[in-house]
Each structure stands twice: as structure tokens, then as C-alpha cells.
């Protein structure tokens, strides 16, 4: 109920305020799994996505978002609650694994999922490889990915800010990608190749110069910076 009335609010207040421009919104199946594979810019890309897909999405968020006191506390977790978000623990070395494992639980129940192949936000504006866990999920659920394409983001949340400025605001969504035309997802070359042909497709959409290399958020501890190492050639999670 909450969730409803969140949305119900959310939307319009959007659309008044930021004037968001959405394309494409009929490439997203209204019913059945899908995964929602976007390019990363801000803070509130997720939310923008929630608020401004045609259905439902599910997506992962830090925990801390989910377990502070008092009213301040109260209200983030209702409302992270209420458009969607997952808890996932980044500090666990197994966030990785909890994070697919979450996500296919939501594709497997006919949910729609959005995930950042690139891991995290790019804080220079620039297009980073996919990882290949938007692949496992596919491949394993055997759903359709629908590239995503989110620009002007930053401008209105600008990095390590809380502040939020009135700025337009676009979302492209892009064709389905047909995951099951690609392969078992235990080949590595088939979850490279459609991470790869997800990473073209926004790529497209949303003009981003390309990094060729992979985007790394600052180890929070001794032991991420351990497990980073001993995974430095394994590409295959997302970073929620």
C-alpha cells in the first residue's frame, strides 16, 4: 500500500518539478521477468528509474539505508522501501554473490530487476565496461534485458551532495535484448558477448565517452581491498 501511494505521489511531483523526458517506455514488457540494465551517473538514477519505468522495479541499495534510528532513520528505510529497493550488505565478502543471488530471486518470481553493469557510479561522466553479472542474471532467468540510458542525473544531484537541483532529466529505454539467443549461462564468452551488446546499446542511447576499462568505487577496508585482488580478473558481479 505504501509502495502505491508512494509512486502515486512520486510521479507526478517528478514530472511538475524536473520535467523528466521518457523514451521507449514501451520496450519494457508489462509483465514477466526482465532485467533493467543501465548506465550509472548518480544517486538517483535508481529512483528516477523506479518512478519513471511502466511497472514495478526492484533494485539493490546499501544497507545503511535501511538500518538508521530514530525518524530520520525510519522515514529512509520507508522510503527506500517504498520504491523498490533491496538491502545488501557491500561490506560483506560475499556482497557480490547476495547481490545476483538477489536479483535472480526477483526474475525468477516474474519481477522486474534493474542492475548497473558498470558496479558503480562513473564520477567522470564516462562509460565503463559491463561486468558480467547482467549477464548471469539473464541467462540464468532466461528474460530479455532492456538497455537503459539515464543523462542529466548528476546535474541534478551532483556527486557526494545531498543537495538536489531542478534539472531536466531523460531516460531511454532501449529494444530487449534476447538473452536466450546467446548461450548457457556457464560460458564465459556468452555472458561476455551480451554484457558487451548491453554496454553498446547504452552506449548508443546515451553518447558517453568510452573508458575500456572497468570502474572501481575506493576499497572501504583492508579486506575489500584483499578480496579486490584475489578477484582483480573476475568481472562478473554488480556493486549495489
Known amino acids: 500500500m505504501f509502495k502505491q501511494v508512494l509512486r502515486g505521489v512520486a510521479r507526478p511531483f517528478t514530472r511538475v518539478v524536473f520535467r523528466p523526458t521518457v523514451i521507449g517506455r514501451e520496450n519494457v514488457p508489462r509483465s514477466g521477468p526482465v532485467l533493467l540494465a543501465s548506465n550509472h551517473l548518480s544517486f538517483i538514477d535508481s529512483v528516477a528509474i523506479t518512478i519513471l519505468a511502466p511497472r514495478d522495479v526492484r533494485f539493490l541499495a546499501k544497507s545503511e539505508y535501511f538500518t538508521g534510528t530514530g525518524t530520520t532513520g525510519r522515514l529512509s528505510k520507508s522510503f527506500f ?5 533491496i538491502p545488501v550488505d557491500r561490506a560483506s565478502n560475499t556482497a557480490a554473490k547476495d547481490s545476483l543471488d538477489r536479483g535472480l530471486e526477483v526474475l525468477q518470481e516474474g519481477g522486474a530487476f534493474a542492475i548497473y553493469p558498470e558496479g558503480t557510479r562513473s564520477r ?9 553479472g547482467v549477464a548471469f542474471l539473464a541467462l540464468t532467468a532466461q528474460c530479455p534485458v532492456v538497455p537503459v540510458a539515464i543523462t ?3 546535474d541534478v544531484m551532483p556527486p557526494d551532495t545531498s543537495e ?4 531536466p532529466v531523460t531516460v531511454q529505454f532501449g529494444e530487449p535484448i534476447d538473452a536466450a539467443t546467446y548461450g548457457d549461462p556457464s560460458s564465459a564468452r556468452a555472458r561476455r558477448k551480451l554484457t558487451d551488446d548491453v554496454m553498446d546499446a547504452i552506449w548508443r542511447m546515451s553518447g558517453q565517452e568510452l573508458a575500456g576499462t572497468y570502474n572501481e568505487p575506493p576499497a572501504a577496508n583492508v579486506v575489500e581491498r584483499v578480496r579486490r585482488a584475489m578477484h582483480r580478473n573476475d568481472p562478473e558481479s554488480p556493486t549495489p
Open 164 to 167: 538536489i537541483r531542478v534539472r
Open 124 to 132: 567522470d561522466g564516462r562509460l565503463y565496461k559491463g561486468r558480467t
Open 152 to 154: 542529466g542525473t548528476p
Open 81 to 85: 522501501e517504498g520504491i523498490g529497493a
